[in-house]
């Protein structure tokens, strides 16, 4: 989630694919230049440890758009796929 996190904050589109599940990625992956993340709280995890193949994270990702402050929230669910850990989606509640 961090590592994605920071994607985002720098930039990086070719880390924001690669970490992306290829079942559920979009075509455009593409970051919004125009938004400015200012910060990453995670606020829970469930598994997702070195033995777990899934694991869920919710998280609030602060940023600013058009000069105006935001937050995202989502409880996102990550899979393991080759040795890597993948972001699937978010979790329907």
């Known amino acids: ?3 994605r ?11 924001l694919f690669r ?3 290829p079942r559920t990625r979009p075509a455009d992956t ?3 230049p125009d938004t400015r993340w200012t910060g990453l709280r995670v606020e829970s995890t469930v598994a997702g440890g070195p033995e ?8 609030t990702a602060a940023h600013e758009s058009g ?3 935001g937050a995202m929230h989502e409880i996102s669910e990550f899979t393991r796929r080759a040795g890597r850990w993948m972001y699937v989606g978010p979790v329907s509640r």
């Open 1 to 3: 989630m961090r590592s």
């Open 5 to 15: 996190y920071t994607a985002f904050a720098t930039g990086a589109e070719d880390h």
């Open 19 to 21: 970490t992306w599940h």
């Open 30 to 32: 593409s970051i919004d």
């Open 52 to 59: 777990d193949e899934h694991g869920i994270v919710e998280f």
């Open 67 to 69: 000069g105006r402050p």
